[in-house]
C-alpha cells in the first residue's frame, strides 16, 4: 500500500550513520542535497557531510545523489564527493532513483532514500518501491508555496508519531 509516510525520521542526516543503515541492510542510499545535507546556500559539502560519506564507503555503503535542483549546483556539490549524480530529477517521478540503484548495483529491498520532504523525497522512493528517511529542512524557504506544503505534511507527520509509538 502506497503511503506518504516515511519508515524512519531523524534530527539530522548524520543519526543515518553507516552502522544504522547496515543494520537495516541497506547497501545503497540515494540523496537529495538541498535542507538534507547542506543548506541552498552552501555550494560544497561542509567536512561533516564529507566525513560522513567516507564513513558509508568505509562500511561498503554506497551513495547517489538524486536532486531536483539544476545541473550547476549538483556537479559543484558533488565535485568533492564523485558519487553518481543526478540533477533536474523531477522527483517524485522515480525514473532516477532507479537509475542511481543501477549505478550503485543494489536492489529495492537493500536501497533507501533520504530527504526533507514528504512530497517530493517520501514519495519519490515509495514511487521507487524503497524505504525513505526524512530529515527536517536545515534551513526552511519561507515562502509562501513552501510554508503550504509544510502545513500539509504535518498530519503525515503526526501519523508517523502514532506508527512509532505502537511500534510498527
Known amino acids: 500500500m502506497f503511503t506518504f509516510v516515511p519508515e524512519y525520521r531523524f534530527d539530522t542526516f548524520d543519526m543515518a550513520s553507516a552502522e544504522f543503515l547496515k543494520s537495516i541492510g541497506v547497501k545503497g542510499i540515494v540523496l ?11 555550494p560544497l559539502p561542509t567536512e561533516k557531510v564529507v566525513e560522513w560519506f567516507k564513513s558509508l564507503y568505509e562500511n561498503g555503503i554506497k551513495a547517489a545523489i538524486v536532486s531536483n535542483n539544476g545541473k550547476e549546483r549538483i556537479d559543484l556539490f558533488n565535485s568533492e564527493i564523485g558519487i553518481p549524480a543526478y540533477s533536474k530529477a523531477g522527483k517524485p517521478k522515480k525514473k532516477y532513483i532507479l537509475r ?21 523525497d517520501v514519495w519519490a522512493a515509495h514511487n521507487a518501491g524503497i524505504r525513505a ?19 500539509l505534511e504535518r498530519p503525515v507527520l503526526r501519523k508517523y508519531e502514532r506508527k512509532k509509538r505502537k511500534g510498527k
Do not use: C, H, W
Not at 537529495?32 to 552552501?42: A, G, K, R
Not at 542511481?100 to 517530493?120: H, Y
Not at 528517511?133 to 515562502?143: C, E, G, H, S, T
Open 32 to 42: 537529495d542535497v538541498d535542507n538534507t545535507l547542506e543548506p541552498y546556500e552552501n
Open 100 to 120: 542511481a540503484m543501477t549505478d550503485m548495483d543494489t536492489d529495492r529491498e537493500s536501497t533507501i532514500l533520504m530527504g526533507d520532504q514528504i512530497f517530493t
Open 133 to 151: 528517511i526524512l530529515v527536517p529542512p536545515i534551513k526552511d524557504k519561507r515562502d509562501f508555496l513552501t510554508r503550504f506544503k509544510r502545513l
